[in-house]
């Protein structure tokens, strides 16, 4: 079975510019999450979906973030404009619809603003 | 609110040595209780997990015990391997269906 993908690896940009990440979970996961990793921390979660509606956003900087999941499927997570604090890995993952907790992570998008 | 705490690093042993990762949680309800692991360039990998008290999660020779008591769910290895060396994060998952994560343990293992 495949694993949740991201794309891309990497991205250095500069700040003020934008920037969009995109991930593709596992199969019939019908729950997705986007979470901000900086240096040295445990991950924060920014927004859930349920297939292609929000369940939570309430971490999410909505004044330069955006993320969307069009079809209940693929998700693109948004930054703009991009400020140096932004610097993270951002990680996506995914969780089938019925039952259990256990979540599934993508390798991440490592973000450097310069 | 929700929390996890777990012992800073680095942590650094030898191979073959005894681990203990303490962690600690502050939760209502009764959550259940993770352990993640980063390989260096990888991804977040779920090691191993507990859904109730008393609850004995193991895998790869690593185990953990939900002890509602104290409320810890400390990880332990009894022989370590270099290729054990990664970024081990503690975490609880609540009926809401998030995940809190603490702020993770790098774990160095010398050969």
């Known amino acids: 079975e495949a694993g949740v993908a991201q794309s891309p690896r990497y991205k250095i940009i500069e700040k003020r510019q934008s920037v969009a990440f995109w991930c593709n979970p596992i199969?019939?996961?019908?729950?997705l999450y986007w979470y901000q990793q900086i240096l040295g921390q445990g991950p924060k979660l920014l927004i859930q979906f349920q297939n292609n509606g929000v369940v939570d956003d309430s971490q999410l900087p909505k004044d330069r973030f955006s993320a969307e999941r069009l079809k209940g499927v693929d998700s693109t997570l948004k930054i703009q404009p991009a400020k140096l604090e932004d610097s993270a890995v951002y990680l996506c993952?995914?969780?089938?619809?019925?039952?259990?907790?256990?979540?599934?992570f993508g390798p991440g998008t490592r973000l450097l603003v310069l | 609110g929700n929390s996890v705490t777990q012992m800073e690093g680095p942590v650094t042993l030898s191979e073959e040595a005894f681990l203990t990762i303490n962690c600690t949680y502050t939760?209502?309800?009764?959550?259940?209780l993770f352990w993640y692991v980063q390989y260096p360039g990888e991804g977040l990998q779920l090691l191993l997990k507990a859904t109730k008290a008393d609850d004995k999660g193991s895998n790869k020779g690593f185990e953990a015990t939900y002890r509602k008591e104290t409320t810890s769910f400390h990880l332990e290895k009894g022989s370590v391997q270099v290729s054990d060396s990664a970024v081990y994060f503690c975490?609880?998952?609540?009926?809401?269906?998030?995940?809190?994560f603490g702020k993770g343990t790098r774990l160095h293992i010398l050969p």
């Open positions: 199969s019939g996961h019908a729950t």
């Open positions: 993952a995914s969780r089938p619809g019925l039952g259990g907790q256990t979540q599934y």
């Open positions: 975490a609880l998952g609540n009926r809401d269906d998030k995940i809190i």
């Open positions: 939760a209502t309800g009764y959550p259940s």
